[in-house]
């Protein structure tokens, strides 16, 4: 038979009166007298437990009376308590219940309890006393637990409660009804939205693009999204602890379970791809991205996953990278058939300058000739830099150089042009060098473009201003190099998009400044490449405009300023040019003979190598395009295969001028790469510091 605490309460206070009679207390309630002991050591177990300053247990009932502690207790319970006579009738409730039901003392004992509150079932039928448990606990001698109802409240609404009802005994009789009420409406308010709660997960969860899953802190998988089932066509039980291997493709499968376990054992979220078969057989491309879920002490309870179908994304990256490939290619093919045409201009120039000294008007048509051969090549430069910037295949080549010198040289190649065009250029730079860890060509490139793009846009009378300095900042220092013109300024929705390839400022027909729209976007991209940034600015059209590059400084560490290689006179030489391109070995072997050098041409690579056979020459010069069996890298090679020739200094001239080309010439055994059209000046530099 089963009893309430409250009950058991009673039983164990009143046992613990001195002197009591514990078999005669037994009858008095109706139970054994080995139950009312066992129930007098709980509470003085639970008296000594709970009690900071415990009382002495022998006295506790002289000191507090049973009836009055049980009273107490009952009287402060927030769970309901009532005491119901053999008829029926409340004849006791504590405030507890009061409170619920919202009767008074007076009102609760008025009528038999169920008629006030259990008088109808919860679908709304008519609830007959006999019917009920807890009234047919006391004639039927049975305890009722954990029995769900409903109960009414004096306004006529109702509550659902957990209720249990234990009949009272006295003196072997069954006189009385004892019931505990719990009002359970939150906590199955707390359920239902929970219940919610989970269903809207599942909602999401099965109807979400993402494949979805969870599964223990040692990984083991036990609950996935329909996405997954209706993708892989596995059930549950297939599927759950490690059964989802079954889904990776073979080439993919340690790599993924490792990093998984890796993971897993870390406690941390990460991600990776791989292929999922589906119930089809056919593989497509996920991206997983797994996230470890917390108690409140930190530690892992659970994982969630989720995979995103990422094929079509996969797909467009490998068209793009074809596509990219492809743009390389033919860049490098247009460049190289641009740069040809202009090989055998710039050798031709360089021979009328060396024949028409004397002729005025020749030297001006040289001079404008050269201009444009060097601002055809200039743009051509400009658009294969700006495609490997764009996709991350510019290699810098950094040294320990001074930025005053480099900035002071590039200003100097450009005073000429710019007073020509009638403005004036105005250098301040510290007397001192200022050290910085960067790649001096292509410093030396901002700065051309900077100012190339100041003299474009300012006019004669106008001014440029270049100015060099060292900001000492808490966050590291910068040198700071300002170009700053007089011109046509910057309109202000231009400003933004001033950086994009291709965009310029409003020209008109006559197109008068040129250009492609490049030069800007290289320069940014250059010094971002060094760990700076270039700042424009303009108060508006006719303002004028500010274009300041900062970069990281380096602190002088006793390093000295080189200085301009002394060059001398090249001695003659005997040279052997091989080149496809007539004009170009025609217009180069005039204009090295005029020099003084024995040139010896040929048009393929076979002929080349007899060629060198021949002369023995001093050095070569060789394209690297060449038709036939032989291009320009087996000539190198062949050539370095024969000792007699392992240090003949031979020279790249190709159209050819990517960084790749350069590599693959010097890896083939090239000493220099020159990328057509070269200057005889710039031909002759190379041949002196190699056979001078």
Not at 198 to 215: I, K, P, V, Y
Request: proline share 6%; net charge negative.
């Amino acid at each position: 038979m089963h009893h309430s605490k409250a009950f058991k309460t009673e039983v164990a206070l009143a046992a613990l009166a001195p002197g009591v009679d514990l078999p005669q207390l037994a009858a008095r309630f109706g139970v054994s007298v080995h139950q009312v002991e066992q129930w007098r050591e709980t509470a003085l177990q639970a008296i000594s437990t709970n009690f900071a300053d415990p009382l002495h247990l022998e006295g506790l009932a002289e000191r507090y009376d049973p009836s009055e502690l049980l009273g107490t207790i009952a009287e402060n319970l927030t769970r309901g308590l009532a005491m119901m006579d053999d008829k029926g009738y409340c004849i006791y409730a504590n405030p507890a219940l009061l409170q619920m039901t919202g009767y008074s003392a007076m009102e609760i004992r008025s009528q038999p309890l169920h008629d006030l509150i259990h008088h109808h079932y919860p679908d709304g039928r008519p609830f007959p006393m006999q019917e009920c448990p807890i009234d047919r606990a006391l004639p039927e001698n049975f305890d009722v637990r954990a029995h769900s109802d409903l109960f009414f409240r004096k306004d006529g609404t109702t509550f659902p409660v957990l209720c249990a009802a234990s009949p009272v005994f006295k003196n072997g009789k069954p006189i009385a009804t004892f019931i505990e009420i719990d009002d359970v409406s939150k906590a199955q308010e707390a359920s239902e939205a929970l219940r919610r709660s989970e269903e809207l997960f599942r909602t999401l969860a099965d109807n979400m693009q993402h494949f979805a899953w969870m599964a223990d802190p040692c990984g083991q998988r036990y609950w996935f999204n329909n996405r997954w089932f209706e993708y892989t066509g596995m059930t549950l039980e297939e599927a759950k602890g490690w059964g989802w291997e079954k889904t990776h493709h073979p080439d993919y499968l340690d790599v993924a379970t490792s990093l998984y376990r890796d993971f897993m054992a870390k406690g941390e979220p990460w991600e990776t791809t791989f292929p999922l078969k589906s119930q089809h057989g056919a593989y497509r491309w996920f991206l997983a991205r797994v996230v470890p879920i917390y108690d409140e002490s930190g530690n892992v309870v659970r994982w969630f996953g989720t995979n995103t179908d990422i094929t079509e994304l996969k797909d467009a990256q490998k068209d793009l990278e074809r596509a990219a490939k492809e743009k390389d290619r033919y860049l490098s093919l247009l460049a190289h058939e641009l740069r040809n045409p202009l090989a055998p201009i710039r050798a031709g120039l360089d021979l009328l300058n060396l024949l028409g000294k004397e002729d005025p008007k020749l030297q001006r048509a040289t001079a404008v000739m050269g201009r444009q051969v060097a601002h055809m090549t200039h743009l051509i430069d400009d658009l294969l830099d700006v495609a490997r910037i764009a996709s991350g295949r510019v290699a810098l080549r950094k040294e320990r150089c001074d930025v005053a010198e480099v900035v002071v040289q590039t200003a100097e190649d450009y005073r000429d042009d710019l007073e020509a065009g009638g403005i004036s250029l105005e250098l301040s730079v510290p007397p001192e060098p200022v050290w910085i860890e960067a790649d001096r060509t292509r410093i030396a490139q901002i700065m051309g473009n900077l100012l190339h793009n100041a003299g474009k846009f300012t006019k004669p009378q106008d001014q440029i201003r270049v100015r060099l300095s060292v900001d000492h900042r808490p966050d590291g220092d910068r040198v700071i190099v300002t170009v700053e013109d007089t011109g046509s300024g910057i309109e202000a929705d231009l400003l933004p998009n001033l950086f994009n390839p291709f965009v310029q400022a409003q020209q008109g027909l006559d197109r008068s400044k040129g250009g492609l729209g490049l030069g800007l976007p290289l320069a940014k991209g250059l010094a971002e490449l060094h760990g700076g940034r270039l700042i424009p600015y303009s108060a508006g059209p006719g303002m004028g405009a500010t274009f300041t590059l900062e970069i990281p400084y380096a602190p002088s560490i006793g390093a000295e300023a080189k200085g301009r290689l002394s060059r001398g006179v090249l001695r003659p030489l005997k040279i052997v040019v091989i080149d496809d391109n007539k004009d170009f070995v025609n217009m180069l072997e005039v204009a090295l003979s005029a020099k003084g050098h024995q040139v010896r041409t040929a048009m393929t690579g076979e002929a080349g190598l007899e060629a060198v056979r021949t002369l023995e020459p001093d050095a070569v010069l060789c394209d690297i395009g060449l038709p036939g069996d032989v291009n320009g890298y087996g000539v190198v090679r062949s050539l370095r295969a024969n000792p007699a020739y392992a240090s003949l200094p031979i020279v790249a001239i190709t159209g050819y001028n990517q960084d790749r080309d350069r590599e693959l010439s010097e890896k083939a055994g090239f000493d220099r790469h020159l990328g057509k059209p070269v200057s005889l000046e710039e031909l002759e530099a190379i041949l002196q510091e190699l056979c001078g």
